[in-house]
């Protein structure tokens, strides 16, 4: 194949997909708006994605936390300045890797069940059956899903950096035997609420990520049980390299939004 028609090919199948998952979003904020919310099936998508979702978010965290501390401590304790591990490692873990290792976990873990289940539905023509039955896919399967995951995202990222900071501290002053007056006062003089801010911003645009190309996944799947393990290993892969991209692009324009240190 010439070289200028793989990369046509390329380039045309990724707008082909954004598109997709843009009108797939128009059509769930338009459903959203229009009250056709099923509230039940909200609570229910909270649980599966936020209340389930805690475990491997906290022990992802507190674990990036504490390794985290200890390469800091090994590199800083050379040249004299154990104390500005506590801003370093708290900073990074607000600004990037809370956000991006909650996104990566939650794409693996929901995402992957989003598009079997809807993938599962779709093969079995169980869509079709709701169709028949005048309920809109859009209603039933994505809204419910995009509410609760607009709604745990955030506060999935916020405990994932809570427990990271907790489990920097412990190993910093306990483990580490930094001094926690100097630990905490660095901590207090470098940190502030864009930090929190910038975290939170991070994790709803990951959530709009995950819920819409796995839902989108799902709902093109084809070809039986094959079709559905395709689907769900595409959405896993293709959430985790949007949520990648979506980064440093989120990173360079909050941090002129928000810089670092800004009081």
């Known amino acids: 194949m010439p070289f200028t028609q793989f990369f046509g090919n390329f380039f045309s199948g990724f707008f082909a997909h954004i598109g997709q998952v ?4 128009g ?5 959203i708006f229009a009250g056709r919310i099923r509230w039940k099936l909200v609570l229910h998508q909270i649980a599966e994605i936020g209340y389930r979702s805690q475990l491997v978010v906290i022990v992802t965290g ?13 590199q800083f304790a050379s040249l004299n300045m154990e104390t500005a591990v506590g801003p370093v490692v708290t900073i990074s873990l607000f600004r990037e890797l809370g956000p991006v290792l909650t996104g990566l976990m939650v794409a693996g873990r929901v995402g992957a069940a ?21 309920v809109h896919p859009v209603d039933y ?9 607009f709604i745990s995202m955030p506060l999935l990222v916020v405990e994932c ?11 910093a002053v306990y483990v580490l035997n930094i001094d926690a007056v100097y630990y905490l006062a660095n901590l207090q003089k470098f940190t502030d609420v864009y ?62 939004l928000f810089p670092a240190g800004q009081v």
């Open 27 to 31: 059509e769930t904020f338009a459903s």
């Open 62 to 74: 507190a674990f990036t936390g504490a390794v985290f501390t200890a390469q800091a401590y090994f």
């Open 114 to 134: 989003m598009s079997a289940e809807i993938g599962t539905m779709k093969v079995t023509q169980q869509i079709d059956a709701l169709r028949a039955l005048a």
């Open 141 to 149: 399967l994505v809204v419910p899903r995009a509410l609760a995951m």
């Open 195 to 256: 930090d929190i801010m910038m975290s939170l911003i991070k994790g709803f645009t990951f959530g709009i990520i995950i819920v819409f190309i796995s839902c989108r996944e799902g709902l093109r799947a084809q070809d039986g049980a094959v079709g559905v393990g395709r689907a769900t290993t595409e959405s896993v892969v293709i959430c985790s390299l949007c949520i990648l991209i979506a980064n440093f692009f989120l990173t360079m324009f909050l941090n002129i």
């Open 161 to 171: 950096t809570a427990c990271g900071a907790l489990a920097a501290y412990y190993v």
């Open 22 to 25: 843009a009108e797939l979003a």
